[in-house]
């Protein structure tokens, strides 16, 4: 798996790979940890600039949670230099309601909060991210995902990603050029079986798992990329 890509999702950052034992690129997207902020973001912006740094271009596996999956089915299409061969497109939320999508927007809207310690901001960060209980809330992923300047704390993710709007999925599956697999874990609201397979023919169920499931059973979600 020496071509393997791993791409975080909304409001995480690539240190949440960071348990993971096997050789990988885990950028950070656009707007999250140490990357630069987008004057606007879609999908397709996210994955060009996702794909001007990735280290590897040729034989690409790519493994994408949530937000991540979509920008991995998205450099799948052929148009960013980047030759994938096969996506696994993990916890997408791939049902979207005029509701859903207003919440985003206001939440793009709004300016970065500032907390007066370190603890409230990694609260923030783990609850946008939903780590909450997965990782030490004084661990590496926190502490890439926080910004502090002059005793206040934020987080280091630009609000504005969470106007990044619903996928068109069926238009992403159809383009990609690589082997497609959607996974989701048993447990997570963001997504159903039926969903999944209303969409694609290939989908993984993960038993006993949530949304972040590459966080919680590492094993099982490797055994998706091999």
């Keep these: 798996m020496a071509n393997l890509v791993l ?7 690539g240190r949440v790979w960071d348990t993971w034992p096997h050789s990988k690129h885990a950028p950070d997207l656009p707007g999250h940890g140490s990357a630069a902020p987008l004057s606007s973001y879609t999908f397709a912006a996210m994955a060009e600039a996702v ?22 089915l998205e450099l799948a299409s052929g148009r960013y230099d980047v030759t994938v061969r096969r996506v696994v497109a993990l916890g997408v939320k791939v049902s979207w309601t005029a509701d859903d999508l207003a919440r985003a927007s ?7 909060a500032w907390f007066a310690t370190r603890d409230e901001a ?4 783990l609850k946008v991210s939903g780590l909450q209980g997965l990782v030490d809330p004084a661990g590496a992923v926190v ?12 987080l280091a993710m630009d609000p504005g ?18 082997d497609v697999v959607l996974a989701r874990g048993e447990r ?3 997504n159903t079986d039926a969903e999944l397979h209303a969409l694609h023919h290939q989908v993984v169920t993960l038993p006993g798992l949530g949304h972040n499931a590459q966080v919680e059973d590492p094993d099982a979600v490797v055994a998706l990329v091999r």
């Design 143 to 154: 502490d890439h995902g926080l910004i502090e300047q002059e005793g206040r704390w934020r």
């Design 161 to 178: 990603t969470f106007g990044v709007g619903a996928p068109d999925m069926p238009a992403l599956i159809a383009a990609s050029q690589a």
């Design 7 to 13: 791409l975080h999702g909304l409001g995480a950052n």
């Design 122 to 125: 990694a609260a923030r960060f």
């Design 188 to 190: 997570d609201p963001m």
């Design 106 to 112: 206001a939440l793009a809207q709004k300016p970065s």
């Design 51 to 72: 794909a001007a740094d990735l280290a590897v271009r040729r034989d690409v596996v790519l493994l994408g949670h949530s937000l991540g999956g979509v920008i991995a």
